[in-house]
């Protein structure tokens, strides 16, 4: 059982660990701090894989467990001023020319530079939502929420959030109707 676990876990990183990775960035807005939660993530489903009881993927599994870890860590320290720039838009870069792949880390820095700013709980269903694609009920699970308040705090957080890009200058009038 413990090689087909080490196995099972080893594939399920390659599969998922960007992705936690991203979304645990996102909230803890420091790489190497990422890096280790993510790691952190990992193990503790090496060391809980037993309680996997496939109620949902394995992905939302990861995914809540990412996430309480990355709680407790913001709980215990204090919230950071500055907002790094940390990752580029995971678009095929190969056919893009390099005024386009300019253009899109410019973006991508100035619309996580504004997702930053916002409330937490508005970041967090905004990412798992709409960057990550997890489901209502998928992100309801890994939020430890109710399918309501997911759809409630996502409906408050769109206009927030574009409020921010609005204030930093990355929108104007004519892209908001785009969105």
Excluded: C
């Amino acid at each position: 059982m413990s090689e087909y676990r080490k196995e099972e876990i080893a594939d399920w990183y390659d599969q998922h660990s960007k992705s936690i990775l991203t979304f645990i960035l996102l909230m803890v807005k420091d790489y190497q701090q990422a890096e280790d939660l993510t790691h952190d993530t990992f193990v503790k489903a090496y060391l809980y894989y037993d309680s996997f009881k496939n109620h949902s993927s394995e992905k939302t599994w990861l995914f809540s467990i990412a996430h309480n870890l990355t709680v407790d860590f913001l709980r215990k320290r204090k919230p950071s001023i500055f907002f790094k720039e940390f990752f580029l838009s995971q678009k095929d870069n190969n056919n893009l020319l390099p005024e386009e792949i300019i253009k899109i880390k410019e973006n991508s820095y100035e619309f996580y530079k504004a997702l930053g700013e916002i409330k937490d709980t508005y970041r967090k269903v905004i990412v798992l939502r709409k960057i990550k694609g997890f489901s209502i009920e998928d992100t309801a699970k890994i939020l430890s929420w109710s399918e309501s308040k997911v759809k409630s705090t996502l409906f408050r957080a769109i206009p927030v959030l574009k409020k921010q890009l609005i204030k930093e200058g990355f929108l104007n009038e004519e892209a908001i109707r785009r969105y």
